[in-house]
């Protein structure tokens, strides 16, 4: 077998750490993304593989499959960085990057300082009336209905009402930013590049009037604070909107279509839920463990050695958190769906310094949106006979979900 060529820092991988896993287009990973990358630690610690993800630089990557391992990678951002992973400014020909994720300490560590408290929860506490009120909005005209698209018509646009809700944006923009989220995230080329524009300008003429004056929202805070003395730069403004966009949008959407998914395959546990409900939060833990959607990337400053396999400078890595929430090393009897299960020490969020900064609005969203459903509507199930799929390398989300009741 011919060693893989890598790009111009990296050497050659030897054959016997190769596998052609695409994130892609694999049958079997679109069919159940979590069991497919949790099997793959049955039989490699680490390999590389050539298909490697879109949404990284392109090329080929390692992927890590052992939760103590990837726990290690993100918690090491000097030796595996996150700068330099998503190039979307430089696609428009700009200078910001995405604000705080592609950022390493020490840059990293002053931007989350001062974003930290932006979602803290006390700020999410805040906001708790306003993310039932939106899914409540949702909810109500699908209770003549007898059946629904969930992702059309519940998960794609409750997080973003939420998001139009922080940023003090009207939520009759909510058609726009769907639209965005789905050429932005989900498309490639020159619908994503033109969609990435449209954003971006439409974000400028927003933080350009929060600057003229200030309103009790997200982005005026932004433009009228201070960083050790200093204003914002239109860059770091930029690069944090659009950051803000990009993760706190599909990633609510993916989780909520496994979540449903899961309550519609399970009536037992729908049932539970519905005669307990102060459990949800507990039960949502255990889903975001049992389906994490995120597989994240870095790229090594220096050569690694793991038990003689060595990841090169500028190599990719991967880190697939379904790997590590159902990890047996890592959590007990991981193969069971317990919703009762507490603590929970799951990796859904991520682990280090870029762990997910949105984790307590996440949770409130995934919370109302069950808590509703189960009050507003009857118990759901899937339609008979019907195929699901999943897509996304980054992100992976369910391509439909219709429910029934
Ligand atoms: C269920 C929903 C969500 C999941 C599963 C999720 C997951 C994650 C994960 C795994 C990371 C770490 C990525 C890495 O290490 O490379 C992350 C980072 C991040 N997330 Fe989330 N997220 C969710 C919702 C949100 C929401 C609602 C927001 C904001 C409103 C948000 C904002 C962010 C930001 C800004 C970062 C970058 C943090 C940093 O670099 O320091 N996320 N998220």
Redesign the pocket.
């Known amino acids: 077998m011919p060693m893989i060529e890598q790009s111009d820092e990296a050497g050659a991988i030897d054959p016997g750490n190769v596998e052609f896993f695409d994130f892609e287009n694999d049958e079997e990973y679109r069919k159940d993304p979590q069991g497919r990358l949790n099997g793959l630690r049955d039989r490699h610690r680490l390999f590389y593989t050539p298909k490697g993800r879109k949404s990284l630089l392109g090329g080929g990557t390692w992927v890590f499959t052992h939760g103590a391992d990837i726990r290690a990678v993100?918690q090491d951002p000097e030796t595996f960085r996150?700068s330099g992973n998503r190039p979307f400014g430089k696609a428009l020909g700009e200078n910001w990057v995405l604000v705080?994720?592609d950022l390493d300490p020490p840059e990293?560590t002053r931007m989350?300082k001062f974003m930290n408290p932006l979602?803290s929860p006390k700020r999410v506490a805040e906001l708790a009336g306003k993310v039932e009120r939106r899914a409540v909005e949702l909810i109500t005209p699908l209770q003549g209905r007898q059946g629904c698209s969930f992702i059309e018509d519940f998960a794609r646009p409750f997080p973003v009402t939420i998001f139009l809700e922080m940023f003090g944006l009207p939520v009759s923009e909510m058609p726009k930013f769907v639209d965005w989220v789905e050429a932005i995230i989900h498309s490639q080329g020159q619908v994503q590049l033109d969609a990435m524009r449209e954003l971006r300008d439409y974000l400028a003429i927003v933080i350009e009037d929060r600057r003229q004056s200030p309103r009790d929202d997200l982005i005026s805070l932004a433009v009228t604070a201070e960083i050790e003395g200093k204003a914002l730069t239109y860059d770091e403004l930029m690069g944090m909107c659009i950051?803000?966009f990009m993760?706190?949008l599909d990633?609510?959407t993916s989780?909520l279509s496994f979540i449903f998914r899961h309550l519609a395959e399970n009536p037992e546990h729908q049932e539970f839920l519905r005669k307990f409900p102060d459990m949800i939060p507990t039960a949502i833990e255990e889903l975001l463990r049992a389906y994490p959607?995120?597989t994240?990337g870095r790229i090594a400053s220096r050569d690694v050695d793991f038990d003689g396999i060595v990841i090169r400078k500028g190599e990719n890595v991967a880190c697939p958190?379904a790997c590590s929430s159902r990890d047996p090393d890592e959590i007990d009897g991981s193969t069971e769906i317990d919703l009762t299960r507490n603590p929970n020490r799951h990796s859904?969020?991520?682990f280090g310094?870029?762990?997910?900064?949105?984790?307590h609005?996440?949770r409130r969203e995934?919370v109302v949106a069950v808590e509703q459903w189960l009050k507003l509507l009857q118990p759901f199930r899937l339609p008979p006979n019907v195929q699901l799929s999943a897509t996304g390398a980054g992100v992976v989300a369910l391509d439909t979900l219709p429910l029934v009741w």
Do not use: K, W, Y
């Open positions: 993100l996150s705080p994720i990293h989350r979602f950051m803000l993760g706190g990633t609510v989780s959607i995120i994240t958190l859904a969020f991520g310094p870029h762990r997910c900064i949105g984790s609005l996440a995934l």
